[in-house]
Nanobody, 119 residues
Framework: QVQLEESGGGLVQAGGSLRLACAAS????????MGWFRRPPGKERESVAT????????DYADSVKGRFTISRDNAKSTVYLQMNNLKPEDTAVYYC????????????WGQGTQVTVSS
């Protein structure tokens, strides 16, 4: 079982940067895929950036390519989302999620952290 907790959200001016962190409790299996999702106000949740924990298959939404970078720290069991050149349309609740690749669903979710970008 995996527990996830996001941190690092807040209010930032357009063009600024934030780094989100997702701390995972216990051991992350090599068979897990995890990453970041977001839900803008009044819109459906969408994938932002995901990857397989043991490397490879990194996928970014077209809207964030070149601006956001997902990374991990194996020793700390933490995944990060570096967000640069933020835009007002990046405003959303950001969620960390994880799931077993073989199952094909994200079964573990954090509580979410609010990111608000002002113009």
């Amino acid at each position: 079982q995996v527990q996830l907790e996001e941190s690092g959200g807040g209010l930032v001016q357009a063009g600024g940067s934030l780094r989100l962190a997702c701390a995972a409790s216990g051991r992350i299996l090599s068979s897990y895929r995890m990453g970041w999702f977001r839900r803008p106000p009044g819109k459906e949740r969408e994938s932002v950036a995901t990857f397989n924990w043991n490397g490879g298959s990194t996928d970014y939404a077209d809207s964030v390519k070149g601006r956001f970078t997902i990374s991990r720290d194996n020793a700390k069991s933490t995944v990060y989302l570096q967000m640069n050149n933020l835009k007002p349309e990046d405003t959303a609740v950001y969620y960390c999620a994880a799931g077993r690749i073989v199952i094909g669903t994200y079964d573990y979710w954090g509580q979410g952290t609010q990111v608000t970008v002002s113009s």
